[in-house]
């Protein structure tokens, strides 16, 4: 006899992201569905944590992260953002925002405390906010303006609102909050006196003139509020899985008890190489965010001259298409079966990132970080499907 699981966990399906990859490794499709680079981040960034991997410590390093990435994150902080933090005790680093997230959810949540999300919401969020004994709260953004509706947001808190999860640039929408949303926000998270989880790991991709305000800037924010960042998306090496957590002391002593209990430390030869990554001047991010831009701007104009409409999009990897506005009738997750199968182009169904009902149902993500022949081979192939239709 084997004994049930838990079944927060156990209720869950297999991630979207996994689905569809593995429909489109079947079908030989291009894979715009899961979010990942297909050119591997700075060579010598790489080569960096190959000298450290054969000339390196490779035994635990200390579990706050190496003082070298501390200090790294600290700097970033500062430059960026004029954020002043200590590197001893103000930074944690982890193996991936992933982990960074469930640390944070992990040891700020007790069970029955009210958790409020951003829908549609990145998928580990819910099973984390869960599992940690959380009772989520949505505020449902609509495409293709994702606007915050002040209304959904007011409802959302209440005197047992703990903690919201704020995450922006916004996977899957491609938001990023504003000055006045941001203001908003903080207004009702100081009425209900909650912590904030800012997932910010696409910090450095937005478009035009578009800037990341990290929420911890505004005031009375900075002794509430952890940011997140991830060397994955920054230097587009996703396998790489380290992140990292800025905070008051207070704050960071307390996420350090999960991190210490999850994964304790992660490897140094990685954590040598981000931490001469983030300290790459100031070209390194600029060229960034061009080259990010510039496939965003080759999807956009692309999907519409197919005939798609596409949602608002200034920031992170993922561009929305509508795809009634080109005749499909069938529900997202219909859409993104048959343009694998039959078009030959991976996508994820939105509806995915849903969970509250009467969410819409008709939008396609498509992840842009792939070369631009290859985005090229996607919209043609995309074409050659729906003029046939
Ligand atoms: N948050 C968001 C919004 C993401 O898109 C991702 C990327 N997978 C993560 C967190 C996880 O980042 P990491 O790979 O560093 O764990
Ligand atoms: N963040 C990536 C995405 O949104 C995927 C990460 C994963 O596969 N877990 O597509």
Redesign the pocket.
Known sequence: MVKEANSVLAGFGT?I??VMSKLAIENNAINL????PDEDGPENIRAEAAKELLEGSNQYPPMMGTPELRRAVADHNHRFYGIAVDPDTDILITSGA?EALADCLFALINPGDEVVLFEPL???YLPLVLRAGGIPKYVRLDPPHWEINEDRLRDAFSEKTKLVLLNSPM??TGKVFDVDELQMIARYVLESDAYVVCDEVYEHIVFGLVRHIPLATLPGMGERTVRIGSAGKTFSL?GWKVGYVTGCTKLISLIAKAHQFITFTTPPALQKAVAYGLNRDDEFYDKLQTSMQSKRNYMKYGLESIGFKTADCDGTY?INADIRSIGFDGTDEEFCRTITIEAGVAA?PVSAFYMTENAETNYARF?FCKREEVLSEAVTKLGDFFSKI
């Open positions: 991630t992201f996994e569905g899961q979010g990942f992933t990145y998928d580990c996977n899957p996703t993922f994820v992840c």
